[in-house]
């Protein structure tokens, strides 16, 4: 129902109809509606649509996509659809590389660059400059494709201030209390940059494009150098009071375990990081991936030390996801970052300490492994921007 | 802002306008505001305010008070408030005892019975009997008292649904998939009883009526024969996606510890539950109120197994509090249930294992030992119960 709307409001009201219109046209991408079906959907009138979607094609977040038949009545009608002229970059910076990727409105994955760099100890103004120049060359293949960028989310491994735009802690990076110059990443896009945690970013790309289409609650746990982790209750993150929840890497499981980065010890991240599990498979010393790809073929090839360093990890991922079960309510966990690529020897050790220490509470077959690989922390910054974008299309219409 | 009302949503406006009344009583309970402030805090003209007040004093929910005079006007008006001739009886069953107490509407205990009845393994019929006994004598008191019962809420120790009156499983008990009769407790309350976990009414007690006025945000953790919990974000009580969070004595805090009665093994309930603390401190099998009371003596006395007992308890409530911090972001823990007779000794050793496994993430001054002692699950109960009834008053009105 539209209520009556008082002089003054009218601005108010276009603004609500605006957002209306293009949240109905997101929420069927491939129903690609007309302006009939829009008025249906939302209530307006048809005039009030027409004019509402004048507005978004001029914009350049909506576009009209061929000839349509409106279903029984036969006559022919546009179909709208988000412009895949239009477009989000998301960013991560993490310990051994940097990376940048395109989404546009529609929600493809166009471009996709990753730099392996030693970040971990650098200076935050010389990694900056450094993702600024592969920002700038995905700024330039967008161009080149006629695509505008609209905003972009840049994910950290570390607590963060989204709002201040400051890094309270990275502890991987040796990063603290560091504020980021966020303005030199995307300088022409009118929704600017926005700094977010790289393992809620992960959570949410899994919620928006992986396992979330199947589970409404679960525990992402995110193998990476340190251990991340985001919850989500109800298809939506968990952030916690001040938007810290998730340290999954920092909870106890073994009260007598080894000191912790963190200051504590026996935490998950001693038993499920990198460092762990490369030490105890007896990988060398060497470039992340490289070690990564190496400990893949010691267990395919059935090298004992690495399949018990990733039985041992999956033990201690099981034991930290029964305590959460338990504490929170949750029934389902999905494994993502290194994890991932782990994912047929370590979901077995996990879905047997859950069985062990939490029996009947999480389901052997909701205890998955993400697909989305290594892009989900970018994916997920990518998809919060595009979201701050169809949440006020009216900051880039002429009549919002 | 008071919207236009279209026909027909006339009874709708007014039962919303009885809540906001209601509530503004509700708010300021030591204010007993007139009519006329009445009417300034919610926007409500002075003749709705009286209408609705005549509604809500005619139901009884509301009690005209003594002159009095309003500000600097110096006209002579009357204070409103909550009535206490209204009350709600919140009970509980526990494995050792039964209990029912009489809330009024102001919020004051006003009775408060319990009777020791060994309920483990007992059936449920037979200890609902029991219970309806001791509701009869409260509901005989309140009687006599010319006050009038409008619901009821009842806490066990076990995970519950709500809605259905049943209880899933309360292992201590040796309840599983247990329907109750709880119409028999309160047969003539217009709001009846709801039943829910005995924890849960704990965290919401000490929310309402005890540290939650201090913290918004806390991990509540309330030592019974198990151990239960409940978690505080944002000043309410997060009950996780199927209502049942909150089970912080199942968290795994030992991976080589004792098997549990929930299936798993090293769960904190194993080492901080009362049969773990009273078997340590060589505490002779009896009635749990005598075996507390002479763990009491012996901590006061300074009897080193007392003493060892309740510090490896305290360390390990520390280190669940630890992770629960670190997952989601919470700062403040509070002691209850048997841990509130322990305080002394249980605190310290808390604090310092938290200051162990999670340095600088809960203060020690954020370590607080609840002061609700046994009534807090009763309370959390009947508070629950009287806010139903504040929220829908109009089923109590005539107009409504």
Redesign the interface.
């Known amino acids: 129902m539209n ?2 709307v008082a002089p003054g409001r009218v601005g108010d009201v276009r603004r609500r109809n605006l957002s209306l219109v293009l949240d109905s046209i997101a929420r069927t991408p491939d129903a690609k509606p007309s302006r009939a079906q829009l008025s249906a959907a939302t209530g307006l009138t048809k005039a009030a649509v027409s004019s509402l979607v004048a507005d978004l094609v001029e914009s350049g977040l909506v576009s009209e996509v061929g000839l349509y038949r409106d279903g029984e009545r036969g006559r022919p009608g546009v179909g709208l659809e988000l412009s895949t002229r239009r477009g989000v970059v998301g960013m991560e910076i993490n310990v051994d590389y940097l990376s940048a990727g395109l989404l546009d409105l529609g929600g493809t994955l166009r471009i996709h660059r990753t730099l392996e760099s030693g970040n971990r100890g650098q200076s935050p103004e010389s990694v900056m400059s450094l993702l600024a120049g592969l920002v700038s060359d995905v700024a330039a293949e967008a161009s080149a494709a006629g695509i505008m960028l609209l905003g972009g989310g840049l994910a950290v491994p570390g607590l963060v201030d989204s709002a201040a735009g400051t890094v309270a802690t990275a502890p991987n990076l040796h990063w603290h209390g560091v504020a980021l110059q966020l303005d030199r990443l995307l300088p022409d896009a009118p929704f600017g940059t926005v700094l977010h945690n790289e393992a809620n970013c992960a959570a949410l790309a899994e919620l928006w494009y992986g396992h979330g289409l199947d589970f ?2 679960y525990l992402f746990i995110s193998g990476e150098v340190g251990v991340g ?1 985001g ?1 989500v ?2 298809s939506e993150l ?11 890497g ?6 007598s375990g080894p000191d912790c980065s ?5 935490c998950l991240e001693s038993f499920a990081g990198q460092e762990a599990i490369f030490a105890e498979a007896g990988i060398a010393p060497g470039a992340a991936s490289e070690r990564l790809a190496r400990l893949g073929e010691h267990l395919a090839s059935g090298d004992p030390a690495a399949l018990t360093a990733v039985a041992r990890a999956g033990h ?1 991922v099981g ?2 996801a ?3 079960a ?6 389902a966990v999905v494994l993502g970052g290194h994890f991932t690529q782990m994912g047929p020897w370590i979901a077995p050790a996990v879905v047997e300490s859950l069985a ?5 509470v999480v389901s052997p077959a909701r205890v998955a492994v993400s697909e989305l690989g290594q892009s989900a922390a970018l994916l997920g910054a990518a998809g919060i921007a595009l979201r701050s974008v169809l949440a006020s299309p009216f900051s880039l219409t002429t009549s919002g």
Do not use: K, W
């Open positions: 209520e009556p409404r609650d982790g919850l209750i109800g968990f952030a916690g009071p001040r938007g810290q929840a998730g340290e999954v920092h909870m106890v499981v073994e009260p963190c200051g504590g010890h026996g201690y034991i930290a029964a305590s959460t338990r504490l929170m309510n949750l029934s062990d220490y939490a029996p009947g």
